[in-house]
């Protein structure tokens, strides 16, 4: 499961604690640069030890984890969970969203108004 000295690659660690369903798409996260460890962008073949601060930046939102074990083979999601703390603060509540029914035509001048208020984007002076 570890190498001997106990690191991993971190795109094979990220695929294998299941953060990424694909390897490859491990490995692209690390080129484009939302992956840093202790703080640093690193390459696909950078290794973790146990104690690394991963972020992950994941739908425009960063993950922050922990390495507790390297892992380099897939494992189970139960096993998966133990090998990393998550230490993600939790998400800010979002805006609700205007939702139309389809094929409800355009919107009156007054439900504008209200999506607009909605969103933030409130143009009364």
């Not at 962008?41 to 950078?46: D, S, Y």
């Amino acid at each position: 499961m570890t190498d001997a000295i106990g690191t991993a690659r971190i795109d094979s660690w990220l695929w294998a604690v299941r953060i990424y369903k694909t390897r490859s798409a491990a490995t692209t996260a690390c080129r484009a640069g939302h992956v840093r460890v202790n703080g640093e962008r690193i390459k696909a073949a950078q290794t973790v030890k146990p104690g690394d601060e991963v972020r992950v930046r994941i739908a425009g939102f960063d993950r922050i984890l922990i390495v507790r074990q390297p892992l380099s083979k897939r494992v189970g999601a139960p096993v998966a969970a133990t090998a990393y703390d998550d230490r993600t603060p939790p998400r800010e509540p979002t805006a609700m969203l205007a939702v139309r029914d389809r094929g409800a035509g355009r919107p009156t001048k007054r439900e504008r108004r209200e999506i607009d208020r909605l969103r933030g984007r409130d143009y009364e002076d």
